[in-house]
């Protein structure tokens, strides 16, 4: 009922390849007879239209089929992989969990319940409509985790339009908006996707080269990865048509490097938020960092320089935070947004504005300027208090020279002279040896342990 179009695509594509996992090739023939064996398993169980599953897999080929077995269900799903493991049980709490199903590393299936109550009224009220429901949890990088609960009716309209088919890596995660929505989008459009474990430059380098893969869905910080790893050279990426990047903001610096190593490949700014789905977007050209969203569904306003969306596939609302829509439906994203035109571009999170003496500063553009050093790996930066100015700029550093602190100050400070502002020049920096973003492959930005080598 809900994925009919999903089997329709499958019988159409039945002899060709689907999915690669672990090097061993699936088939949208193998994919249909897997789903019809997942909807009797669910059958057996008593598992139900309306019950709260935790599918705590990654992209293999019996997650995606059981993924989609869940959605004809009308179950409502909480996806959760292993780079949220610390959190699992308190998502779980959080989410009203009523049935956990783990897929291991072999692709085998576990099924516990749990004892959990369902009384939270948006979960309540999904579980009478018996339309199936996602819950998907933020990162969290700048606060606690939220839990967004979505009809999945609606998400699933945009996938009924045919698009462009391409082979494809599933970079982003399992239980991410964007995984989600790569995932289905190739599916719906008889596409090849290739699943990874290991999520290195190299091993995504040499996945486009042995699968002749078209299209890279990636966050700008393991594209910086590939640039500094130097990856690209060891493996032939001659196939790779478009780059997607989002999650996050993009480094001009990073783009303007991708553009110039990969001239031929498009370059596409994407974005969406778990609150309200994917949208569609539209870059300037694929070296520029402006860009018009949108698409059936979406509409988008500016409001006092911040970005807000209002979108039939809005979420229904939070499990554990206030609602955080207008009376009138807008979701304010947060994003600080320049325009021209129908062009937007996204300066950045509000919550990370930097303020320096009533000056704003955006990390992200001092970020990009110090990417242009030689010798820099990474480069996290945010505000630290000061009596005076109330913040200065700091930026964490990772280096691959053996420099000294003074000595990297010294010569970031020439560098930087006639490329910032000198309110907008770090103050403060700290050496450090990790990298300085999550699992998710984002940048981590925050306060600096007492710890830390720093001046």
């Not at 520029?288 to 969306?309: M, P």
């Not at 807008?330 to 129908?342: L, Q, S, Y």
């Not at 930026?395 to 000595?407: G, Y």
């Amino acid at each position: 009922m809900y994925i009919d179009f999903f089997q329709k695509v499958f019988r159409e594509y039945e002899a060709e390849n689907a999915i690669v996992w672990k090097d061993e090739i699936f088939s949208y023939g193998w994919l249909l007879e897997t789903l019809d064996y997942w909807l009797k398993y669910l059958e057996e169980q008593e598992i139900k239209g309306g019950t709260i599953v935790s599918l705590e897999a990654d992209f293999s080929p019996n997650a995606i089929a059981l993924f989609l077995a869940l959605l004809e269900k009308g179950c409502i799903l909480v996806p959760l992989t292993d780079s949220v493991a610390a959190k699992k049980i308190e998502f779980r709490q959080i989410a009203q969990v009523e049935v956990i199903l783990t897929i291991d590393e072999g692709d085998n299936i576990r099924l516990l319940r749990t004892n959990h109550t369902v009384d939270h009224e948006i979960l309540v009220n999904l579980q009478e409509k018996q339309e199936p429901g996602l819950v998907l949890f933020s990162s969290g990088s700048t606060g606690k985790s939220k839990a967004a609960v979505h009809n999945f009716v609606p998400l699933l309209e945009k996938f009924k339009v045919p698009r462009h088919s391409f082979r494809t890596l599933t970079f982003l995660l399992f239980d991410h908006i964007g995984g989600i929505n790569t995932l289905l989008y190739s599916l719906a459009n008889g596409g090849f996707i290739v699943t990874l474990q290991d999520r290195s430059p190299d091993a995504i380098c040499g996945a486009i080269a042995n699968y002749q893969l078209q299209l890279l869905p990636a966050s700008p910080t393991l594209l910086n990865l590939i640039l500094l790893s130097e990856a690209y050279q060891r493996h032939d990426l001659s196939s790779l048509e478009v780059i997607t990047y989002g999650t996050e903001v993009m480094p001009e610096s990073t783009l303007t490097r991708l553009h110039h190593l990969f001239p031929k490949v498009k370059l596409l700014q994407t974005y969406g938020l778990s609150e309200v789905g994917i949208l569609r977007s539209k870059s300037r050209d694929s070296n520029s960092l402006w860009f018009k969203i949108g698409g059936e569904g979406f509409e988008t306003r500016i409001v006092e320089g911040k970005l807000e969306i209002r979108a039939q596939s809005a979420m229904l609302g939070y499990l554990n935070a206030p609602n955080p829509f207008t009376e009138d439906g807008w979701f304010k994203t947060g994003d600080a947004v320049e325009v021209d035109g129908e062009y937007i571009r996204i300066l950045g999170r509000t919550s990370e504005l930097i303020n320096v003496g009533g000056e704003k500063v955006y990390p992200i553009e001092v970020e990009s300027t110090l990417m242009l050093m030689e010798g820099i790996e990474d480069v996290a930066v945010n505000g630290v208090s000061h009596p005076i100015t109330g913040q200065i700029v700091q930026a964490r550093v990772k280096l691959k020279t053996s420099e000294t602190l003074p000595e990297f100050r010294k010569r970031m400070w020439q560098f930087c002279q006639d490329k910032l502002a000198k309110y907008k020049i770090p103050q403060k920096v700290v050496l450090v040896e990790e990298w300085l973003h999550s699992d998710r492959f984002k940048k981590m930005r925050r306060e600096v342990p007492a710890n830390e080598y720093s001046q």
